[in-house]
């Protein structure tokens, strides 16, 4: 019989679509698994479907051992996978892209207009109880029609923060590896770095985390922003220099900064707490009922096609 070993607790359909490919070795708790609990867990699975907060490397497939066929992750993001040692040993793995599209593009936006108009200051004011009053200087932000979006990577989360930004009235340019099949659409002009980082208003990063893409944004590309610029942040929290960050909105540097992902998930750099300049909110890009659902879905069609030997629906390339 098939085991399949889930170290979260899932919504939606996915339960009673993993139960009908094999016997469920579920998380013992609501929470996130310790090492050794998610060590113990995977012991002898034929598939594991794994969170973006599980470390899949070595260690985890010795524990799992040679039954392990997949490794199905319920995230579109892989960076918590080790591609190669997972390849060495024949083990598959899938992730599920496009279902978190539009909820990750949701909150993209929704942090460009919270640090744009500083939300999160006023919210931080009325509650704190100190007086305020109106006047036409109080809590001036910046107007995102006529000012221009700058996409890095512009794949289907970058392409629909674009979409949103194009009917606020920006303009749109992107950073890519190569021409994005959705540029022609959204009238984007592909830019290298430097010259988007240099010319945007608002500067939203969609690149995946790998050895090429850690610290992408450093203290040299901060500096080359405006100083008015908005910088937001739902790919990864490695893709930016955090500390860089920090010092960068505390000088000046660049205006504001939207961040739903951290270098060092769940702790957050101290520096950006005192920060006003800055929207913090944790990792919840995808975080609605609709969309989590669909995530698990996807991700148990993957673990099934993977149980019965088929080819999963979507296969991460391996090296
Ligand atoms: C992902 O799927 O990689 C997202 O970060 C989850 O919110």
Redesign the pocket.
């Known amino acids: 019989m098939t085991t399949i070993a889930v170290t979260a607790a899932l919504p939606g359909r996915a339960p009673a679509m993993l139960a009908e490919a094999g016997a469920i070795r579920a998380a013992p708790g609501a929470g996130r698994l310790s090492r050794e609990e998610l060590l113990a867990l995977v012991e002898g699975v034929d598939v594991a479907v794994t969170m973006?907060s599980d470390r899949v490397d070595d260690e985890l497939l010795d524990a799992a051992g040679p039954a392990l066929r997949g490794v199905c992750n319920v995230?579109?993001?892989f960076d918590n996978v080790d591609l190669a040692a997972c390849a060495g040993r024949g083990v598959l793995v899938t992730n599920?892209p496009g279902v978190?599209d539009d909820a990750?593009a949701d909150l993209a936006f929704a942090l460009i207009l919270a640090a744009r108009r500083r939300l999160g200051e006023g919210e931080r004011l009325i509650r704190s109880g100190r007086p305020w009053e109106w006047s036409m200087g109080f809590m001036v932000g910046h107007d995102l029609r006529g000012g221009r979006l700058g996409i890095v990577g512009l794949g289907g989360i970058g392409a629909r923060v674009a979409a949103r930004g194009r009917a606020f009235g920006m303009e749109i340019a992107y950073h890519g590896r190569r021409e994005s099949p959705h540029a022609a659409d959204l009238d984007a002009t592909r830019l290298d770095l430097e010259d988007l980082l240099a010319t945007s208003d608002v500067v939203s990063l969609h690149t995946p985390l790998t050895p090429e893409t850690r610290h992408l944004i450093g203290t040299r590309e901060l500096a080359l922003m405006k100083p008015t610029a908005t910088l937001v942040n739902t790919s990864r929290g490695a893709v930016v220099d955090e500390a860089a960050l920090v010092a960068a909105l505390r000088d000046g540097e660049i205006g504001t900064a939207g961040l739903d992902?951290f270098e060092h998930e769940p702790d957050i750099h101290p520096g950006l707490l005192a920060l006003e300049n800055a929207v913090l909110v944790p990792?919840i890009?995808?975080?609605t009922v609709e969309t989590r659902a669909a995530?698990a879905e996807l991700a148990a069609a993957n673990a099934v096609a993977i149980a019965r030997g088929e080819t999963p629906p979507t296969p991460v390339p391996l090296p």
């Open positions: 973006l995230a579109v993001g599920t978190l990750t992902v990792h890009g995808s975080a995530m």
